[in-house]
């Protein structure tokens, strides 16, 4: 067997492979599932926490203490126990509600995104608008109250929208949309 440094081995001089790579692909793959877990975690414990159920459980677990009082003579270690399981309860729920909020408002943003993007007379300068900051937003806000006088003005804010409306607008953004295909179809 020959020597790695002699000449005439049998492969390339060069350093060994990195494993670097495949060491963040592996972080990544674990920080991906650790999130996924998190998210439905958090979203079943949300669920279940604002269910009638754990509403009950809160009620038996207070009254169960409050019953307790006389036994232990209403000390301050009886208080102590109810102040902090809610202190820690309350704590940890915090992180899971907050999960659960975030998860929910990037799916509203994303689902009025695709509204604002998919409708043909819709400014597309709204889509992710939540990235302004509160001054930017202010100045829209501003601008949007302008367009609603305006409207009111013409009786436009009040006056409601036919289905025969509804229809014809889906009807023309169907058109458009086939236009867009055979477009596109022929482009090819």
Do not use: C
């Amino acid at each position: 067997m020959r020597d790695a440094n002699t000449p005439g081995r049998s492969t390339p001089r060069h350093s060994p492979p990195n494993n670097g790579g495949l060491r963040a692909q592996s972080s990544q793959r674990f920080h991906k599932r650790l999130i996924h877990l998190f998210d439905r975690f958090a979203s079943g414990a949300t669920r279940y926490a604002g269910s009638p159920l754990a509403f009950s459980m809160a009620i038996v677990i207070v009254l169960a203490w409050a019953l307790t009082g006389p036994i232990f003579g209403f000390s301050e270690t009886w208080q102590l126990v109810i102040n902090t399981g809610t202190t820690v309860i309350t704590f940890l729920m915090v992180f899971l509600i907050q999960q659960s909020q975030n998860k929910d408002s990037v799916a509203i943003h994303l689902k009025l995104n695709e509204l604002l993007a998919s409708h043909k007379e819709a400014s597309n300068h709204l889509v992710s608008i939540e990235d302004l900051d509160e001054d930017e937003l202010r100045q829209l806000s501003k601008y949007y109250r302008y367009l609603a006088e305006l409207a009111d003005r013409e009786g436009g804010v009040k006056r409601s929208h036919s289905i025969d409306e509804a229809n014809e607008n889906h009807a023309a953004k169907k058109r458009a949309r086939q236009t867009s295909l055979r477009q596109h179809e022929t482009a090819r």
